[in-house]
């Protein structure tokens, strides 16, 4: 087995696990989602990996294990991050259904009020 075939699976696995975190962490807010699906595909790949290259699944599974509590410190951090923004966003959803709230009442007394 030549020294380049395995180290370009362990730099795809790393930028593949940074894109799943910042694509599920940061644009569609399941934090949880992105350590568990790292994980299972890594683990995937770790019973795989053994047809095609002298390895054992040992070491490929505890690197999906490794990569799994990175992503899960990325998710933390990005819950962390982004919990501000998250809060704010539910004060003005609801002040606008509160306004909006306002207006249908406002609206539905002077249509019932000719005068």
């Known amino acids: 087995m030549s020294y ?14 940074l894109l799943l975190s910042m694509i599920f962490g940061l644009l569609t807010s399941r934090f949880i989602l992105a350590p568990v699906l790292t994980f299972v ?26 990569l799994a509590v990175i992503s899960l410190i990325l998710s933390i951090l990005f819950w962390y991050l982004t919990r501000d923004r998250r809060r704010q ?11 909006e709230g306002f207006e249908n009442t406002y609206n539905r007394r002077e249509k019932n009020n000719p005068f």
Request: aromatic share 14%; proline share 6%.
């Open 4 to 17: 380049m075939e395995i180290p370009n699976f362990l730099l795809i696995s790393i930028v593949s696990m």
């Open 41 to 66: 595909l890594l683990a995937i790949a770790a019973f795989i990996l053994p047809n095609f290259f002298d390895i054992t699944y040992q070491p490929l599974l505890g690197y999906a294990t490794f």
């Open 89 to 99: 966003k539910k004060i003005r959803r609801e002040a606008e259904l509160q306004r």
